[in-house]
């Protein structure tokens, strides 16, 4: 992996070389482990003018779900634990011979950009933007990989949960149960705060499980995920409780199925992030569902549950080979309840097969 990071990094530098500036700073978590492969807590990284260095408050954590620093780059403790890594690092970027420093302002608040402004004030700060996430957004096999294990990881743990008994068990307990299983199968954690939601909350984007008990008749709202080596995949899915679906229920579910399907057979390198949206948005908008549908219909995965590209409808930009994305239309009508699914998948190209499917649990109405 040490080749891969030095490419990652070599990338980085001719960017920031282009746009002038001679040093760069990193210091989103994300795009620092992306960049050596492991982000210690309060730790930054300088692409100086004659070495890159990680600088952190203490010494990396040794835990393999944590990250390894990548060899390559030489790891610098700061001497107190009160010292800011950021700041340091811009000091250090001067003594290098650097008369500039791109930093990522989207990430280092008004209070650490003035702290490096009054140490190294003869140093030209300019704006490295989102060129990390931009590189991070095409995803390479082994990243690809480290995703597939996250899902079925979660495939798991949401199967064992459908085989167990839930009548009368609260939405937070579920969402324990479910968060203890991830783990007991390998995840490092859970990607993100699991969501299960039952009767009127069900369907509801990033809804936060309650004291509700789950009820005959209820459609149940499961939304998951699994951190595997810190990438993370998402996968929802809506079950009835009882044996029998009612009309509304069957007739909601069969829309929101097809809007995900069309967006799905929408993913192919060189579509447009907003003709995906469009894809699914539409079916909805046929049947009448425009008010409950959430203002995106899915969005990147990796290091972060909830990265580039956005698959909305001001969206700008066209889907590359090789780009996880999540596809998760959904309807919820206040009150009653609704119904949300939602897969990770990978652009592919027509001839490898179209997307690749990662999240493979039924997307079939069980009752459970």
């Not at 569902?289 to 909305?312: K, M, N, R, S, W």
Request: proline share 6%; aromatic share 4%; charged share 25%.
């Amino acid at each position: 992996m040490s080749e891969v990071y030095a490419a990652r990094r070599t990338r980085l530098k001719e960017r920031c070389h282009a746009g002038g500036s001679a040093a760069a700073l990193v210091s989103r978590p994300a795009n620092v482990r992306y960049l050596t492969g492991a982000a210690p807590r309060g730790a930054v990284l300088l692409l100086g003018r004659t070495e890159d260095l990680l600088l952190c408050t203490g010494p990396p954590d040794d835990r393999p779900a944590e990250g390894r620093p990548d060899e390559a780059v030489r790891v610098q403790p700061l001497p107190g634990r009160d010292g800011d890594a950021a700041v340091a690092a811009a000091d250090l970027a001067l003594a290098q011979g650097a008369d500039s420093l791109a930093v990522e302002e989207h990430d280092l608040t008004v209070a650490r950009h003035r702290a490096i402004r009054s140490v190294v004030p003869r140093l030209r700060l300019a704006d490295l933007g989102g060129a990390v996430e931009q590189l991070r957004i095409v995803k390479d096999e082994e990243e690809i990989s480290c995703l597939r294990i996250g899902a079925e990881i979660a495939d798991q743990a949401l199967g064992e949960l459908l085989e167990s008994i839930l009548v009368g068990r609260t939405e937070r307990h579920l969402a324990l149960e479910l968060e203890r299983r991830l783990v007991d199968h390998g995840a490092d954690g859970p990607a993100f705060a699991t969501s299960v939601a039952t009767g009127p909350n069900s369907g509801r984007r990033g809804h936060r499980p309650t004291d509700r008990r789950v009820e005959e008749g209820d459609f149940l709202s499961v939304c998951l995920g699994a951190r595997y080596r810190g990438y993370r995949c998402e996968i929802g899915r809506t079950f009835v409780i009882g044996t029998s679906p009612a009309d509304w229920q069957i007739e909601m579910y069969d829309l929101v199925f097809a809007a995900q399907r069309a967006g799905r057979e929408m993913l192919a390198p060189g579509a447009a992030y907003r003709d995906v949206d469009r894809a699914a948005r539409q079916v909805l908008g046929s049947a009448g569902y425009t008010e409950g549908f959430p203002e995106l219909t899915g969005h990147g995965v990796g290091l972060e549950i909830d990265e580039d590209p956005q698959l909305a409808p001001a969206a700008m930009g066209k889907l590359d080979a090789c780009v996880p994305v999540t596809v998760e239309p959904g309807v919820h009508l206040p009150g009653r309840g609704g119904v949300r699914i939602d897969d990770t998948l990978v652009v592919r190209p027509e001839a490898d097969g179209g997307p690749e499917l990662l999240t493979i649990t039924t997307k079939e109405l069980l009752a459970l």
